[in-house]
C-alpha cells in the first residue's frame, strides 16, 4: 500500500514541512499520524471501497489526509477552487461518502454535499498533528484493514473532449511503481529535498514532488501556493536541491530574473524539472542562463499515474523540444489501426507499463477507444527519434492546456448553453504568452447579451481557471460539409474573421 513508501525514510529524518518556518514532521511522526487519521476514519463507519473526497489547501493536512483516505478506503481528492456546480458533479460522479475540509470553510463544498456525504474537518495543532472533527458517522465503526497493492488508493477525473470528465482509479501499485520510476529516474536520494509547488489535487505535484521523495527517502517542502516572490527565499532557506513545475511557473520566474545575476539559493538545486505542458527550447535556454541549473523536460498523464518519459540528468543528452525517453514504460506509435509506426513517422503516442491504470471507471465505451492491443493511446500525436526521444506533435483530443490545467471544452459547452440568452456554443483554446492556451468561445445569441455578461455567467459556476476569458458573438457557427461542428475549425475561422464581441 502507499503509506508503506514513508517505510524508506529514516524515522528520525525530515519528512515533511510546510515552508515559511511552517510546521515539519519526520518519517516516524507522520507514518504514525497517517495511521491515526485512517484509524479515525474507520470510527466514522468509512473503508475499504468507500470514497473519501477532500478539498484542502497544500499542506500537511492535505498530504496526511491522502495517506490516510487511501489507507482507510480511496482518496478523492478536489480542487478547493471548484464552485457549487463542479463540486456536486464530483461528489456524485465518485459517490463519495465523505468530504474532508477546512475548518468552517468552502461553504460552496458544504452545500454541494448536503445530507449526502459527511463533513469532516480537518484541523492542525501547533505540533504539526492533524485531527479530524466530525458530527455524524456514515455508519458503524470498520475495522482497521489494510488494502493490497490492488486495491484503488486513488480516483481522480480527467477530461474529455466528447463527454463529461471520466474516472482515472489509481491503484497502490500504479502509484507504488510511478514514485519508484521517478525517483529512480532522477537518482533521487535522502540527500534530496524537493519544493512542492504544484497542487497536490494532480498527480504532478502529489506524485512527482511529492510520493517520488518520499520513496527516496528525501524532504518535501510544501508551500501553500506558488508565490514569485518568496520562491528563490524559500529555496534557500530550505536548500531545495529540485522542484517540478509547469512552464507558466518557469515563465514567472525567468521574467522576473536578472540576465547575469544567479538567483541566491540556486546554487542548491541540482535539478529542475518541467511538465505538463510544452517547454519553448527557448524558455529552456533562459532558465538554464537565468539559474545556471540544467532542466529536464517530462511528459505525464493522469492515466499513468503521472510520468511516462523525461530527459535525463546530464551527463546524458538532453534534447530541446522533446519530452525525453519513456525509462520504465513502454512508449510506442500507433497508427489509426494500431499497428505499430517506425521512428521518424508521427502517430498517436501510446504507453505500457505497471504505472499505468486498468481502464476507466464504469466506462466502456471509452475503454475500447482508449485501448488497443495492450496499449493504452494517450491521444496524443507525436514520434520517436532513432535515439527513442519523444517529441509532441499536437493534441489529437481536444483538451485546452492552460498552464497544465487540462479543461474539457465540452464542459464548458454545457454551462454556456445554460445561460438563458445563448443557443449554441463551442469551446476552444486560443493561444496566450503567461498560459500557453487561454480558454474562449464563440456562441450564437437567441437574445441580446455582451460578453461581460456571458463570462460573468462562466465565471459564477465554473472555477476561475476554467471560465471564458474571450467571448465571440457569431451568427452562426461554422461546420464541416457534412453538418460536423469541429472545435479547431471553429476557433481557426474565429480567429481569421472575427475579434471578440
Known amino acids: 500500500m502507499i503509506v508503506e513508501l514513508l517505510d524508506h525514510g529514516n524515522p528520525d529524518q525530515v519528512a515533511l514541512t510546510t515552508a515559511g518556518g511552517g510546521h515539519a514532521l519526520t518519517y516516524g511522526n507522520l507514518r504514525a499520524q497517517v495511521q491515526d487519521l485512517a484509524a479515525s476514519l474507520n470510527q466514522l463507519g468509512l473503508g475499504r471501497g468507500d470514497r473519501i473526497a477532500m478539498a484542502l489547501p497544500n499542506g500537511i493536512e492535505l498530504i496526511s489526509s491522502f495517506l490516510a483516505a487511501a489507507t482507510a478506503g480511496t482518496a478523492a481528492p478536489l480542487n478547493p477552487a471548484y464552485k457549487y456546480d463542479e463540486f456536486k458533479f464530483y461528489l456524485e460522479d465518485t459517490k463519495a461518502r465523505a468530504l474532508i475540509l477546512p475548518p468552517g470553510e468552502l461553504e460552496e463544498a458544504r452545500r454541494a454535499a448536503g445530507d449526502q456525504v459527511l463533513i469532516i474537518e480537518a484541523s492542525i495543532d501547533s505540533s504539526g498533528r492533524v485531527q479530524y472533527a466530525s458530527d455524524g458517522k456514515v455508519g458503524p465503526a470498520q475495522s482497521v484493514d489494510q488494502p493490497t497493492d490492488d486495491d484503488i488508493a486513488l480516483m481522480l477525473h480527467t477530461s474529455g473532449t466528447?463527454?463529461?470528465?471520466?474516472?482515472?482509479?489509481?491503484?497502490?501499485?500504479?502509484?507504488?511503481?510511478?514514485?519508484?520510476?521517478?525517483?529512480?529516474w532522477y537518482q533521487l536520494s535522502s540527500d534530496d529535498v524537493s519544493l512542492c509547488v504544484m497542487p497536490l489535487f494532480h498527480v504532478h505535484g502529489l506524485v512527482a514532488s511529492t510520493l517520488a521523495t518520499f520513496y527516496s527517502g528525501g524532504s518535501v517542502v510544501v508551500v501553500p501556493r506558488f508565490n514569485p516572490l518568496t520562491f528563490w527565499a524559500t529555496v534557500r532557506d530550505h536548500r531545495a536541491t529540485w522542484y517540478s513545475a509547469v512552464p507558466t511557473i518557469h515563465q514567472v520566474l525567468v521574467s522576473r530574473a536578472k540576465p547575469g545575476m544567479r538567483p541566491q539559493g540556486a546554487e542548491f538545486l541540482r535539478f529542475i524539472r518541467s511538465c505538463s505542458a510544452s517547454l519553448s527550447p527557448q524558455t529552456m535556454f533562459d532558465i538554464e542562463e537565468r539559474f545556471g541549473v540544467p532542466i529536464l523536460e517530462a511528459y505525464g498523464m493522469t492515466e499513468a499515474a503521472h510520468q511516462m518519459a523525461s530527459n535525463p540528468l546530464p551527463p546524458e543528452e538532453r534534447k530541446p523540444g522533446s519530452v525525453g525517453m519513456g525509462g520504465s514504460v513502454r512508449i510506442a506509435i500507433l497508427n489509426e489501426k494500431g499497428d505499430l509506426l517506425p521512428p521518424g513517422a508521427q502517430g498517436e503516442i501510446s504507453i505500457q507499463g505497471p504505472n499505468v491504470f486498468n481502464g476507466y471507471e464504469d466506462n466502456p465505451q471509452a475503454n475500447a477507444a482508449a485501448f488497443t492491443n495492450g496499449w493504452f493511446r494517450t491521444g496524443d500525436q507525436g514520434f520517436l527519434d532513432d535515439d527513442g526521444y519523444l517529441t509532441l506533435s499536437g493534441r489529437i483530443k481536444e483538451l485546452i492546456n492552460r498552464g497544465g490545467e487540462k479543461i474539457s471544452p465540452r464542459e464548458i459547452d454545457e454551462i454556456l448553453v445554460g445561460h438563458p440568452a445563448v443557443a449554441e456554443a463551442v469551446c476552444f483554446g486560443i493561444p496566450d504568452r503567461t498560459y500557453g492556451e487561454e480558454v474562449a468561445a464563440a456562441v450564437v445569441l437567441r437574445t441580446p447579451a455582451t460578453e461581460s455578461e456571458i463570462i460573468k455567467y462562466c465565471e459564477g459556476v465554473l472555477a476561475a481557471f476554467k471560465a471564458p476569458k474571450v467571448i465571440?458573438?457569431?451568427?452562426?457557427?461554422?461546420?464541416?460539409?457534412?453538418?460536423?461542428?469541429?472545435?479547431?475549425?471553429?476557433?481557426?475561422?474565429?480567429?481569421?474573421?472575427?475579434?471578440p464581441a
Open 472 to 499: 465571440y458573438i457569431l451568427d452562426s457557427i461554422p461546420k464541416t460539409a457534412t453538418g460536423k461542428i469541429q472545435r479547431r475549425i471553429v476557433a481557426a475561422e474565429v480567429g481569421k474573421n472575427s475579434s
Open 162 to 184: 466528447t463527454s463529461r470528465p471520466k474516472r482515472v482509479p489509481l491503484a497502490h501499485k500504479n502509484l507504488k511503481i510511478s514514485a519508484r520510476n521517478v525517483a529512480g
